[in-house]
């Protein structure tokens, strides 16, 4: 991987953050300005995801290991996108009212899974260095085995809040792409398996 890809990749994904302070000063969000953020940072963060997700099979795809480096910054970029969409619905959409947030994350579906989701990738971005790599060992693998459920939750909450709208394109799309890339990452790892053995299954029944 040149050197220079990583440095590149890391401007780009921050692109669409800038563009949103361009657009605030220059008028440019539209009539909803806080529907505009809302939905632009959630977007950003459902892509930043589908990117993470892409990294193990485009690496087994094209047996370049060192794609492995980007999959940490663009998962943290999924965090980072989240964080900023979550940080809107509490300070823009119900200006610090805990009551009023409490509400809607017990009384809309769609914002009780949203939260979910911003829940469990918590410890994957606060595990995603190497010394956390290191000291949580073969455990690290299995508390970031979360992806397989945050990204359906990403897709859930995103369906729902659609569903409101009777607007189901997006999601059945973004839906399509991250059941196509969870399927691309298990696949592998189930074909690499061999079938037991007749003297394994025998074993296994008196164990």
Not at 13 to 42: H, I, M, Q, W, Y
Not at 146 to 152: S, T
Not at 170 to 197: C, D, F, H, Q
Request: one cysteine or more.
């Amino acid at each position: 991987m040149p050197p220079w890809l990583k440095p590149l990749l890391f401007v780009l994904a921050l692109v669409p953050f800038g563009r949103l302070f361009v657009l605030g000063f220059t008028d440019g969000l539209g009539a909803n300005p806080v529907e505009f953020v809302t939905r632009s940072t959630g977007t950003w963060a459902l892509v930043m995801l589908c990117i993470t997700l892409a990294i193990t099979p485009l690496r087994r795809l094209t047996g370049r290991n060192t794609l492995v480096r980007l999959r940490r910054m663009f998962g943290l970029y999924a965090f980072f996108y989240a964080c900023v969409h979550f940080s809107i619905f509490v300070w823009l959409e119900h200006w610090f009212d805990l009551g009023a947030m409490l509400g809607d994350v017990f009384e809309r579906p769609f914002v009780t899974v949203g939260f979910l989701a911003l829940l469990l990738m918590v410890p994957l971005a606060v595990t995603s260095n190497q010394a956390m790599i290191r000291r949580l060992g073969r455990n690290w693998q299995v508390l970031h085995r979360l992806i397989y459920v945050i990204a359906p939750m990403a897709i859930l909450h995103f369906w729902w809040h659609k569903a409101g709208k009777n607007d189901f394109f997006e999601p059945t799309i973004y839906g399509l792409v991250v059941a196509g890339l969870l399927l691309a990452r298990l696949l592998p790892v189930r074909r690499s398996r061999a079938p037991p053995s007749p003297l394994s299954t025998l074993r296994g029944t008196h164990d």
